[in-house]
């Protein structure tokens, strides 16, 4: 049977883990994961994003969803559109860089930017996702 203890061992092991893969002494609170989304017309434009993204490190990963179907008002009326959904995966140090260079390459004039903190990660993609970024704090 399982313990209290047994559960504040485990998290123990996962928050030195996390803080070896870092090389700091951190809290898990500090490398939570953010997940935020956008979306584009062509799929070469979300292709071309995603690798980008991904290549500079300002993403641990872009997944690419569509065409998926946009209903909303824009500039008065009723649109309907047809959009690729970006869903990028990185970590809150990450955050101001990846916004910056997005809405700065970003082909729509008022890009969707959405950012939620993730309620819970695993481990080892948390642990993933800390070796591949490079604008972790000092």
Same mark, same amino acid.
């Given at each position: ?7 504040? &061992? !485990? ?5 030195? *883990?996390?803080?070896? *893969? ?5 809290? &898990?609170? !500090? =490398?939570?994961?953010?997940?935020? =989304? ?18 500079? &490190? *300002? /993403? ?13 008002? =824009? ?8 959009? $690729?959904?970006?869903? $990028?995966? $990185? ?8 916004? /910056?260079?997005? *809405?700065?390459?970003?082909? %729509? ?15 080892? %993609? ?13």
């Amino acid at each position: 049977m399982k313990t209290r203890n047994d559960a504040v &061992r !485990r998290h123990t092991r996962q928050g030195n *883990l996390i803080s070896r *893969l870092a090389g700091l002494r951190i809290t &898990r609170t !500090r =490398w939570d994961m953010l997940i935020a =989304w956008t979306t584009v017309a062509a799929r070469e434009e979300a292709e071309q994003l995603a690798r980008t993204a991904v290549e500079r &490190r *300002l /993403a641990a990963c872009v997944q690419i969803d569509g065409p998926i179907v946009s209903h909303c008002i =824009w500039q008065g009326r009723a649109e309907r559109t047809e959009e $690729f959904r970006l869903s $990028f995966k $990185f970590l809150p140090a990450q955050q101001a860089a990846l916004e /910056a260079w997005l *809405l700065s390459h970003h082909p %729509y004039e008022t890009p969707e930017w959405l950012v939620v903190r993730a309620e819970g990660v695993g481990e080892k %993609y948390l642990s993933w996702a800390l070796a591949n970024a490079t604008s972790l704090p000092l």
